[in-house]
């Protein structure tokens, strides 16, 4: 059974940082690209940084600078860094494990970022 379980997220103010966290199981994790989603209220979901089994890492523009996609294959984790945060990035963040034509989901985060 495969489980992504997203942590770390929170209420902070503008211009403050979190930091989130996902953990794999079921998976044989270093053998998966790793992404960050996002969707807020009323907006579709959209792609926030992705890092692949080669740890390349690709960003949306609207966090490039400011969020950093990581991940340790011996905690099965990946990680998304996230600093100078404005209220736009508030969102329920979710992690995805991608493999060929297979995907799988966590059950998102919520973050909240107050002007």
């Known amino acids: 059974q495969v489980q992504l379980v997203e942590s770390g997220g929170g209420l902070v103010q503008a211009g403050g940082s979190l930091r989130l966290s996902c953990a794999a199981s079921g998976i044989n994790f270093r053998m998966y690209d790793m992404r960050w989603h996002r969707q807020a209220p009323g907006k579709q979901r959209e792609l926030v940084a992705a890092?692949?089994?080669?740890?390349?890492?690709g960003y949306a523009d609207s966090v490039k600078g400011r969020f950093t996609i990581s991940r340790d294959n011996a905690k099965n984790t990946v990680y998304l860094q996230m600093n100078s945060l404005k209220p736009e990035d508030t969102a329920v963040y979710y992690c995805?494990?991608?493999?060929?034509?297979?995907?799988?989901w966590g059950q998102g985060t919520q973050v909240t970022v107050s002007s």
């Open positions: 995805v494990a991608v493999r060929w034509s297979n995907d799988y």
């Open positions: 890092i692949t089994l080669a740890d390349s890492t």
